[in-house]
């Protein structure tokens, strides 16, 4: 059944937002740059902003309706909202501002608070955390409604790269442990391909492109930008400050990664531009990563740069990694599709994007 189903016509300052989608992917992503609609199609999801024209359905239930004359109000529509400011009470502690919003039992607003580990935090006021920890009440929050779809507006936003890794790792474990669709708002591609499973590209107003979140990312980003692969896989090991992270059968990746735990999910960052090609194996090199791979697509443009995508090992299904290079470099290494290659890269070039608990 599709869980979430829309058409939407709103005027808006710069153009008409003029989108239609229905999924029933369990995390959905709208990404995109600043300004392009975005947060728009989140407000009049949850009721805070007039339509026009158009319908709004999640599951069986009918939102809005302009034809009909269905507009079900916003505290009925079932719909938590965690918006880029987490607008949280100042003059409350961390557990009245998550209990002003339960509408379940008091056991659930329980549950929320063991999973994302808040109650340590629940006597303090919101100006003594963290803009990380006010995220995960506001988070909370949310939740405590009894939501049957979850909006979050940018919840990664000007947070640095070990509380972005945090949070996420909070959406995570809400996406785990919640019978609840989540909607992430983001012009991060690292936070879609980690959370998502279907992504949306929102450009002036209009859905450009839709589809696995790695497929449509990589094919929309320039070879001008830089691209973060992102890996999952178990952690097998840890080494002092170093992690084997098994991202397919036989396929180990050496990590610098902290607070991660033995047989837990890790999901991995690496730039494109860390990760060096090379014709064989080398031997006697610092860089713990040495893997075979083959090269399942070449893309190259005028100014000279050229990123490839290779499948880690020999099996299909296996994890791909993008590298960008010189066109001299390819060139010399007679680079081509189906050509087995070596990607090597250090440790400490991978870092956490997110954690299983």
Avoid at 104 to 130: D, H, I, N
Avoid at 174 to 196: G, K, M, N, W, Y
Avoid at 295 to 316: N, Y
């Amino acid at each position: 059944m599709t869980a979430l189903d829309l058409a939407l016509r709103v005027p808006l300052a710069d153009f008409e937002l003029d989108v239609a989608l229905a999924t029933d992917a369990r995390c959905i992503g709208l990404f995109g740059p600043s300004g392009a609609g975005k947060t728009s199609i989140l407000e009049a999801i949850a009721g805070w902003r007039d339509v026009a024209h158009g319908h709004v359905k999640v599951g069986e239930r009918t939102l809005l309706d302009t034809t009909a004359s269905i507009a079900v109000p916003l505290r009925a529509r079932g719909v938590g909202y965690v918006p880029q400011d987490t607008l949280l009470f100042p003059h409350w502690s961390v557990r009245r501002n998550i209990e002003c919003a339960q509408a379940s039992e008091p056991e659930f607003t329980k549950r929320v608070v063991a999973a994302l580990l808040l109650g340590p935090l629940l006597a303090r006021m919101p100006q003594t955390l963290s803009g990380g920890e006010k995220r995960r009440v506001a988070l909370a929050r949310a939740l405590c409604a009894g939501p049957r779809i979850l909006l979050l507006d940018e919840p990664l936003a000007a947070l640095d790269r070990g509380l972005r890794a945090r949070v996420l790792s909070d959406i995570l474990r809400v996406r785990a442990e919640f019978d609840v669709q989540l909607v992430l708002v983001s012009h991060d591609p690292t936070e879609i391909i980690t959370a998502c499973d279907e992504v949306f590209v929102v450009d002036s107003g209009r859905i450009t492109a839709r589809g696995a979140p790695v497929a449509v990312l990589r094919a929309r980003a320039s070879l001008a930008e830089s691209l973060e692969n992102v890996i999952v896989g178990h952690v097998t090991a840890i080494d002092g400050r170093t992690a084997q992270v098994e991202v397919a059968p036989e396929i180990v990746i050496h990590a610098v990664a902290t607070d991660v735990a033995l047989e837990r999910r890790v999901w991995l960052g690496l730039d494109a531009e860390d990760v060096l090609v090379a014709d064989s194996a080398p031997k006697r090199i610092s860089a713990r990563n040495v893997l075979p791979a083959v090269i399942t697509e070449i893309d190259e443009d005028d100014c000279g740069r050229v990123r490839i995508a290779a499948r880690l090992g020999a099996k299909e299904g296996a994890p791909t990694l993008s590298a960008d290079l010189t066109r001299a470099a390819a060139d010399e290494l007679a680079l081509a599709r189906g050509r087995a290659v070596h990607l090597v890269f250090k440790a400490s070039s991978c870092h956490v994007v997110a954690r299983e608990s």
